[in-house]
């Protein structure tokens, strides 16, 4: 019996060691099995949870600290990641900072994770959990971090502003179009996509449009452009932008294009800004003098404006109207028949722009010469009707014909020496007549067979026989300007001709109703003869030699 009590004593301290130990062990292995229960079940419901909004934040970096955007599915898949993650290995000291993540959860509070670069595996990120590491490809998350739905994130993901300021008003413009670039969180550049553009702001400006402008981030080249109904009408830097006023009315669309490439930058790109601007130009009306005598040219220019309707009328009908370089040209012959008076010129221009000149027309006392001529011409009334009516009916088709470009590079040249033996105006009474008529040219003393040249270039209407005028030559010079050549013996050119200054035209002669040799020279605007003497000594189209002021 002893025996007995005394073994089981012995039994019974062994398993109280024994219990000493497993105890412990099996109390730690419960908690163990705990543990890991119940981080599964919080991971689980961590991944579950995490529908609701993500932010990135990296020191020195590009985002946005703070700002959550919708992640959906992504916070899904990296939540999913994190939760089946194993444990990592690693020394903290080892370990570089690059980005954390904050999730927000659906009770509003939030669940951040840290993430670190691991110097010894450049293809994983280290993950700081709850008291632990976790290792997690690269790869999969940076196609989370770099996901189009979390653009919104990075600072630089909206490409720079323009601020831009004319008559104390400011506008901001963002770019209507864009090329743009940021780095993002896997140290890489991504193409992302820019804000819409809104509609460009409208600017008025009377003539050239003057601003000043700045960008939100300093671009390292810009180039402006300036358009006009889709056209390019200048192109240049800003230090050239000054020098360009437009030339008409219209609606300007002025286009910034910034190129930002700075070193180190974590973004880059190209971007355009574009501001309409309604340009009112202002007119300048030019004229060759304010007043005038009978059978001189009076010219109006019209400078700003160009290309639109610009007209001008007085008593004697409407002018001619044409493009002369940088001018709208009108003119305006006075007649040989005109009266001394202050005689005002209607102008109209653009859709309702409307001005006066007046214009003071002076007297003037022509030659008065009384002439006897028996020549059958003179005396034989139907033979000298009948040449009247050829001449006219000839004549007449070309009074109407006007050439697009004035082609005289200068005043007219003479076309040949000699003594002016019947000036311009004169008033002749043949035969004793009481009805004298004005001479719509010059006559100049010349031997026949003389050289006669072109006064100015042009074209040819006509050369040909005429039994008033002879051999007869016609030049039009452009613009309704015409060069009249009387009583040739011989001819050098023919109709359709193109005329140099100078070229010979053919020889002096007495053909027609010529009293004697000589050369009936005559200019012409239309069907209004001016003053050839006018035609020598300056240019008949001069816009310098005007007088210009401005009119609203």
């Known amino acids: 019996m002893d025996f007995f009590d005394e073994q089981m004593d012995r039994f019974g301290e062994r398993l109280r060691a024994l219990a000493k130990v497993i105890l412990p062990v099996a109390f730690l292995l419960i908690l163990l099995i705990c543990f890991l229960v119940g981080s599964t079940a919080h991971n689980k419901r961590l991944s579950a949870m995490l529908t609701g909004e993500i932010s990135l934040s990296a020191p020195s970096l590009i985002t946005r600290s703070g700002t959550y955007v919708e992640g959906g599915v992504l916070m899904d898949q990296l939540g999913a990641l994190i939760a089946e993650a194993k444990r990592a290995s690693v020394d903290k000291r080892d370990l570089t900072f690059l980005f954390s993540i904050d999730f927000k959860q659906a009770d509003g509070r939030s669940v951040k994770r840290m993430f670190y670069e691991d110097p010894q595996h450049a293809d994983s990120y280290i993950c700081r959990r709850e008291g632990y590491y976790v290792r997690l490809p690269r790869a999969s998350v940076d196609a989370v971090v770099t996901a189009p739905a979390l653009e919104g994130l990075y600072t630089y993901a909206v490409p720079p502003t323009l601020s831009l300021s004319s008559d104390k008003r400011t506008e901001t413009l963002t770019p209507a179009t864009a090329q743009w670039e940021v780095r993002m969180l896997d140290g890489q550049f991504h193409t992302v996509a820019p804000p819409a553009p809104g509609d460009a702001p409208l600017f008025e400006s009377q003539g050239a449009f003057r601003c000043s402008y700045k960008f939100s981030v300093a671009p390292v080249s810009t180039m402006i452009e300036v358009l006009r109904d889709g056209q390019t009408v200048f192109s240049g830097s800003k230090?050239?932008?000054?020098?360009?006023?437009?030339?008409?009315?219209?609606?300007?669309?002025?286009?910034?294009?910034?190129?930002?490439?700075?070193?180190?930058?974590?973004?880059?790109?190209?971007?355009?800004?574009?501001?309409?601007?309604?340009?009112?130009?202002?007119?300048?009306l030019g004229v060759s003098g304010s007043w005038s005598y009978p059978g001189e040219l009076v010219t109006l220019y019209m400078a700003g404006g160009q290309e639109e309707d610009f007209a001008a009328s007085w008593a004697f009908g409407e002018a001619g109207v044409f493009q002369y370089q940088d001018y709208r040209v009108a003119l305006l012959p006075v007649p040989l028949s005109a009266q001394s008076v202050m005689q005002p010129v209607e102008v109209r221009y653009g859709e309702q722009g409307r001005g006066t000149v007046k214009l003071d027309l002076k007297a003037k006392d022509f030659e008065v010469m009384h002439i006897t001529d028996n020549a059958s011409y003179v005396t034989n009334a139907d033979y000298n009707r009948q040449a009247q009516q050829q001449f006219s009916e000839r004549i007449a088709p070309l009074l109407s014909q006007r050439g697009e470009e004035y082609l005289p590079d200068g005043p007219f040249q003479r076309p040949l020496e000699g003594e002016i033996i019947t000036p311009f105006g004169a008033v002749r009474y043949i035969n004793q007549s009481t009805t004298g008529s004005a001479k719509t040219g010059i006559d100049i003393k010349a031997a026949v067979g003389t050289p006669v040249s072109a006064a100015q270039r042009g074209k040819v209407l006509l050369a040909e026989n005429l039994t008033m005028t002879g051999n007869t030559v016609i030049i039009e010079h452009g613009f309704g300007i015409k060069s009249w050549y009387y009583h040739l013996d011989t001819l050098s050119v023919q109709a359709g001709d193109e005329a140099e200054a100078g070229q010979q035209l053919g020889t002096s002669g007495q053909t027609g109703f010529a009293s004697s040799p000589r050369l009936c020279f005559s200019v012409s605007v239309d069907d209004v003869y001016i003053n050839p003497q006018t035609a020598f000594q300056k240019k008949l189209i001069d816009p310098p030699a005007a007088q210009f002021r401005v009119i609203e």
């Open 239 to 284: 230090e050239e932008i000054g020098s360009f006023a437009p030339d008409r009315d219209g609606l300007y669309t002025y286009r910034f294009t910034a190129v930002f490439e700075q070193e180190g930058a974590d973004f880059r790109g190209s971007c355009t800004y574009e501001v309409d601007v309604h340009c009112a130009v202002p007119r300048h």
